[in-house]
């Protein structure tokens, strides 16, 4: 079963806790992520959601030109070819680490793919912060509509991804390798 996060307690063959996946979003500096793989490349499709922001942001500001509009277009394109290849990275060590039983229910996406969605709904949480460095969740009675929702959908897709996990564990359900 997947444990909570902890100093040194994480195995490197486990499915990583919602908690470190979590801080691995937030903490760019974790020693603990870089123990995992799956932590370190989960930190690294942040920053691609990040930089694909600010990409997309430059792109429809009023004064840019058709050039810096290309280039913004291209970047994204670049970018959104590199998470490709980090979701694939995460997938390749599922096959590797997660034992997949017959008969178990198959999921109907990738773990890559669902901490991907996870890693851009954390940067569009910050994001409706107003916050370019990352920051704890306020008190929801702190926050405008948009953060509240943006926050709200993060927690359901950790939720998500803690009960996957957990099926995971326990054989109930697997996830698809290709």
């Known amino acids: 079963m997947p444990t909570e996060y902890a100093a040194d307690r994480i195995g490197t063959d486990e499915l990583p806790s919602a908690i470190a996946l979590l801080r691995a979003f937030r903490e760019p500096d974790d020693p603990n992520r870089h123990r995992h793989r799956v932590l370190s490349v989960a930190r690294e499709l942040v920053e691609c959601h990040e930089r694909r922001h600010n990409a997309l942001q430059a792109a429809h ?5 058709s050039a810096g509009v290309a280039q913004c277009l291209q970047l994204v394109d670049d970018l959104d070819l590199h998470r490709t290849e980090l979701i694939h990275c995460i997938d390749s060590w599922v096959a590797t680490n997660v034992q997949h039983r017959a008969g178990a229910s198959l999921h109907t996406e990738t773990l890559g793919a669902v901490i991907d969605r996870m890693a851009s709904k954390w940067v569009a949480a910050q994001r409706a912060l107003g916050m370019s460095a990352p920051v704890d969740p306020p008190h929801p009675l702190q926050l405008d509509d948009d953060a509240q929702l943006q926050w709200s ?3 359901e897709l950790a939720d998500g991804y803690r009960d996957l996990i957990t099926d995971v564990a326990e054989h109930r359900r697997r996830l698809p390798v290709w």
């Open 61 to 65: 500001a009023p004064n840019t030109s």
């Open 153 to 155: 959908r993060l927690a």
